[in-house]
Structure formats: structure tokens, C-alpha cells
């Protein structure tokens, strides 16, 4: 396998210290940030970063032993090559600097959530990866979770029925948590989405200028359903014709309810085990890896971020026009979230 180069652009809580949030938190005591991801991933090495606070950069060099730290993210590029871009600044500035470094033509871009503002912006980020070949993958790193994919294979087993529907509770709200449940709405539901129903709590809200909590319900163009509720710890249930998956406590705990194949009673199992391998970043982090080797697709794409950021933009104006089935994609790009 190729060890590739990889760098971080923005080093500050996404990209460098998130994991001091969550030293006393037993299920979070794996690496979460970006540049600790990089350094326990198979297959690539941290080898610069760039901020435009001093500050920050020197923090990270304290905390990773990353030397090679720019201001200027084109000065980073072109003298230390990467070939594995993660990116964690700002929402109002991400599009801008994802569309200048895959102008660089670099091979891979892990972006942070939500992958920008509006649709314009998304729709120009995924056509500048496209120019340049680069991959693009959004850091809605639930996807590459073991603990996910476990269930997805399960469900593709036929363990649970017929999948049907999936319905997630989480007490964030539609444009900052539930962009990594629109993200894993997509993989599951395995279609694009074709329109939404939406209803916020506030008008106010509703017209962009803020969090937007509240209900929505998404068709997906195979038939599958998915619903989304401003509550919970980030409780999320797939279900099928004849039992169902749990993830509870901010996907602390997974339960399957099936039956036995003998006597058809329900059960109730622990799954999946191990519980806890690996954190999902990393995971996220080794999948470009592996996309970079054998010329795959990421588990969230740049396509996939900005179907869940369009969602989120669907299920708002929804609820501006009176809670009427909004289809998708939007005509108007110009629409966009205030994350």
C-alpha cells in the first residue's frame, strides 16, 4: 500500500483539538480531530498544516510535532506536496479554499461538515474536484464508522426484513448534527433523494438565519423513507419488516431486535461487536486510502454532501410554503444555510 502525504487546513477545534473535549468520555477516547486521525491511519503521514492564526500554529506543532506549518495554505502545498487534503475552516470560507486546493491538483480533499453554505457553492466545490480528478469526500465520518457499517451489512444480509424506513432523534438540529444523519440516511437508503416534507419551530429560523429545529420526512427515489425529530442523543432506528437496529446515546450503544430462524420469537442482542475498534475518523481517513489505491468512490462524496445540505435547505422551504412537498434537487441555487 502507498503511504501518501497528507496536511491539514485549519487548525483549530475540528482540525487539531476537538479530542480535549471528550478525554472523559469513555466512547470518545479514540481520535476525533483531524490531524490525529491522519497520524493513526494505515497508509498516510501528517506532514504539514496551515491556519492563518499564529497561534494556532503553534499549538499544533506543540501538540502533533508537525514542523512544516504555513499561513498560506498554496505555500503549504507547494512545498511540502500532499496528497491528502483535510479541511476544517469556516463554513462561509470552506467552499472557496476546497475549490483553490483542487486547483493545486492534489489526489484527495476531506472536508468538514456541512460542506458550505449554499447550493452554488457546493455545486461549484464538486465541479472543481471533478476538473482536477480529485476525490472529494465530506467528513461525515459516521459513514466509515465500524460500528454503521456493521448494521448496513446486517440489514443487507436480510437480518432485520425488508428495510423499509429510518428514523433519527438528535437534540442539534437540521444544519449542524443532522448533516452526519442526512449523510447516513443516504448510504442506507442506497438512492438519492427525490423530496422532502418539512416543519420548523420558528419562522424566524426557518428563514436562514439560524439553527433550523425541528421534523422532516424524506422519499428517496427506491421507495425508502426517512424521518428526522429535533430530541434524543442522537438516536437513530433502521427498521424492517421483521425487527429493527437501535443506535443510542450518541451511538454509544447498538441493540438488533430479530427473531430466531427456529421458532420465529423476537430477541434482543448487543450488536455489533467489538464495540468499539476503531473511531470512525480514522476510518474515514483510511478509506480515502483505500479510494486513492483502487480508484474508488468515498462512502460520503462530495454528491452525498451536498444532497444532505440540500435536504436541509428542502425541508426549510417546506415549511415556508406552508409544509408543502418540496421536490428535489432545488431549482434555485442560490439557497443556502447559515451554519
Not at 489526489?107 to 472543481?128: F, Q, V, W
Not at 476538473?131 to 465530506?138: D, E, F, H, P, R
Not at 467528513?139 to 440489514?155: D, E, G, M, T
Request: proline fraction near 4%; glycine fraction near 10%; charged fraction near 25%.
Amino acid at each position: 500500500m502507498a503511504n501518501y502525504r497528507g496536511a491539514v487546513i485549519g487548525c483549530g477545534r475540528i482540525g487539531s483539538t476537538i479530542d480535549d473535549e471528550h478525554v472523559h468520555r469513555p466512547q470518545f477516547r479514540y481520535p476525533w480531530a483531524h490531524a490525529p486521525a491522519i497520524i493513526e491511519a494505515k497508509g498516510v503521514e501528517l506532514v504539514a498544516a496551515s491556519d492563518l492564526v499564529p497561534e494556532q500554529r503553534a499549538d499544533f506543532t506543540r501538540r502533533w510535532g508537525v514542523e512544516a506549518v504555513y499561513a498560506d495554505y498554496r505555500e503549504m502545498i507547494e512545498k511540502e506536496a500532499p496528497d491528502i487534503v483535510s479541511i476544517s475552516t469556516r463554513a462561509e470560507e470552506r467552499a472557496e479554499v476546497v475549490i483553490g486546493v483542487a486547483e493545486t491538483g492534489v489526489k484527495a480533499i476531506y472536508a468538514t461538515k456541512p460542506m458550505c453554505r449554499s447550493l452554488a457553492e457546493a455545486d461549484a466545490m464538486i465541479e472543481a474536484c471533478h476538473k482536477s480528478g480529485t476525490i472529494l469526500a465530506i467528513a461525515c465520518h459516521k459513514n466509515w464508522s465500524p460500528w454503521f457499517q456493521a448494521c448496513l451489512q446486517a440489514i443487507e444480509r436480510g437480518e432485520i426484513g425488508d428495510f423499509t424506513s429510518m428514523v433519527a432523534n438528535y437534540s442539534w438540529t437540521l444544519s449542524r448534527g443532522h448533516s452526519h444523519t442526512l449523510a447516513l440516511f443516504r448510504l442506507f437508503a442506497g438512492a438519492p433523494a427525490r423530496w422532502v416534507f418539512g416543519h420548523m419551530d420558528s419562522d424566524e429560523v426557518a428563514a436562514g438565519d439560524g439553527d433550523l429545529k425541528g421534523t422532516g420526512m424524506i422519499y428517496y427515489e427506491n421507495g425508502m423513507r426517512g424521518f428526522l425529530n429535533t430530541g434524543g442523543w442522537l438516536n437513530i432506528d433502521f427498521i424492517g419488516s421483521d425487527g429493527w437496529i437501535s443506535a443510542r446515546n450518541e451511538h454509544a450503544d447498538f441493540e438488533m431486535w430479530s427473531r430466531f430462524a427456529e421458532t420465529r420469537e423476537p430477541v434482543r442482542r448487543q450488536f455489533p461487536n467489538p464495540k468499539r475498534p476503531k473511531s470512525s475518523q480514522q476510518a474515514a481517513i483510511e478509506g480515502i486510502v483505500a479510494n486513492l489505491n483502487e480508484g474508488t468512490e468515498p462512502l460520503c462524496s462530495g454528491e452525498h454532501g451536498r444532497e444532505a445540505l440540500e435536504i436541509a435547505i428542502g425541508l426549510r422551504e417546506s415549511h415556508r410554503r406552508g409544509g408543502e412537498k418540496v421536490e428535489l434537487p432545488l431549482e434555485d441555487r442560490g439557497l443556502r444555510i447559515i451554519a
